[in-house]
């Protein structure tokens, strides 16, 4: 049975940051690009960063780019996402996905960004 298990978020403060945790199992976890997205309320979900199997290759949206960081432990079998500098719109619910067609999603974990 195939899980992503997100933790990590929370409230924060603007400029603040806070560190998302996805936990997966039931599949090879090396063997998958993963990726973040996230979803603000009336709003698309969208993709917020991805990271190749190995670790080597990172991708970001433009909205994140120079304050969040991907990165994975491959034998801890997650993926991490470092997000610095928050701001209030990056107050959203934020998913991980993975696997073979990137068809599996965790249940989401909620950021909120506010003063």
């Known amino acids: 049975q195939v899980q992503l298990v997100e933790s990590g978020g929370g409230l924060v403060q603007p400029g603040g940051s806070l560190r998302l945790s996805c936990a997966a199992s039931?599949?090879?976890?090396?063997?998958?690009?993963m990726r973040w997205f996230r979803q603000a309320p009336g709003k698309e979900r969208e993709l917020v960063a991805v990271?190749?199997?190995?670790?080597?290759?990172?991708n970001y949206a433009d909205s994140v780019k120079g304050r969040f960081t991907i990165f994975r432990d491959n034998d801890k079998n997650t993926v991490y996402l470092q997000m610095n500098s928050l701001k209030p719109e990056d107050t959203a619910v934020y998913y991980c996905?993975?696997?073979?067609?990137?068809?599996?999603w965790g249940q989401g974990t909620q950021v909120t960004v506010s003063s």
């Open positions: 990271i190749l199997q190995t670790g080597t290759l990172t």
């Open positions: 039931g599949f090879t976890f090396s063997n998958y690009a």
């Open positions: 996905n993975g696997g073979s067609g990137s068809r599996y």
